[in-house]
T-cell receptor, first 111, second 118 residues
Framework: KQEVTQIPAALSVPEGENLVLNCSFT??????LQWFRQDPGKGLTSLLL???SQREQTSGRLNASLDKSSGRSTLYIAASQPGDSATYLC??????????WGAGTKLIIKP | GAGVSQSPSNKVTEKGKDVELRCDPI?????LYWYRQSLGQGLEFLIY????????KSGLPSDRFSAERTGGSVSTLTIQRTQQEDSAVYLC????????????????FGPGTRLTVL
């Protein structure tokens, strides 16, 4: 059974720092992996999607990598800003096309 | 609007009553998902509709929960005989995902319905 884990559960860093959020999964047979952000009291916004054949995706200050063999993905945020404060979730679509979600990392960027 | 919409945005009900939550996906999206998010918890998958295929109901927590998607568009999630533990935010998402085909899988989420069972 696929399980998705996100570490750390919470992270607080000063503005301007580069940071890395981690997502690990137990079964490497995945279809894709997605990163989302959730702002308090709001729905989720898709950030990046990495197909199983890809190694990374970039969007602005965000870069997501995927290493299927080790069951890991990282979300790199460059030059963090207070507006980046949110909960970041990763989700894996497995070989049965089901989506399995991590519990999220709550990120706080201190001005 | 062009996004996913959900109604109502808030619902307060008494224990034992039935509730219906509505989701209007983005036009043309083949896949529709319902999730539940309890306070301080991650997303819990409930049900997944893919085109005309039989829905994946593996996430429904009990037989009090059911959902339908009419005409491949609007979906309704029904909770019968609500319990206090049903209190949560119910999120709907849609995407162009199609199994076995190269297709984009970016999910677009609605703002959610906050259900409170007294």
């Amino acid at each position: 059974k696929q399980e998705v884990t996100q570490i750390p559960a919470a992270l607080s860093v000063p503005e301007g720092e580069n940071l890395v959020l981690n997502c690990s999964f137990t079964d490497s047979a995945i279809y894709n992996l997605q990163w989302f952000r959730q702002d308090p009291g709001k729905g989720l916004t898709s950030l990046l999607l990495i197909q199983s054949s890809q190694r990374e995706q970039t969007s602005g200050r965000l870069n997501a990598s995927l290493d299927k063999s080790s069951g890991r993905s990282t979300l790199y945020i460059a030059a963090s800003q207070p507006g980046d404060s949110a909960t970041y979730l990763c989700a894996v679509r497995d070989s049965n096309y089901q989506l399995i979600w991590g519990a999220g990392t709550k990120l706080i960027i201190k001005p | 609007g062009a996004g996913v919409s959900q109604s109502p945005s808030n619902k307060v009900t008494e224990k034992g009553k039935d509730v219906e939550l509505r989701c209007d996906p983005i036009s043309g999206h083949t896949a529709l998902y319902w999730y539940r998010q309890s306070l301080g918890q991650g997303l819990e998958f409930l049900i997944y509709f893919q085109g005309n295929s039989a829905p994946d109901k593996s996430g429904l927590p009990s037989d009090r929960f059911s959902a339908e998607r009419t005409g491949g568009s609007v979906s309704t999630l029904t909770i019968q005989r609500t319990q206090q533990e049903d209190s949560a935010v119910y999120l709907c998402a849609s995407s162009l995902f199609q199994a076995n085909l190269e297709s984009t899988d970016t999910q677009y989420f609605g703002p959610g319905t906050r259900l409170t069972v007294l």
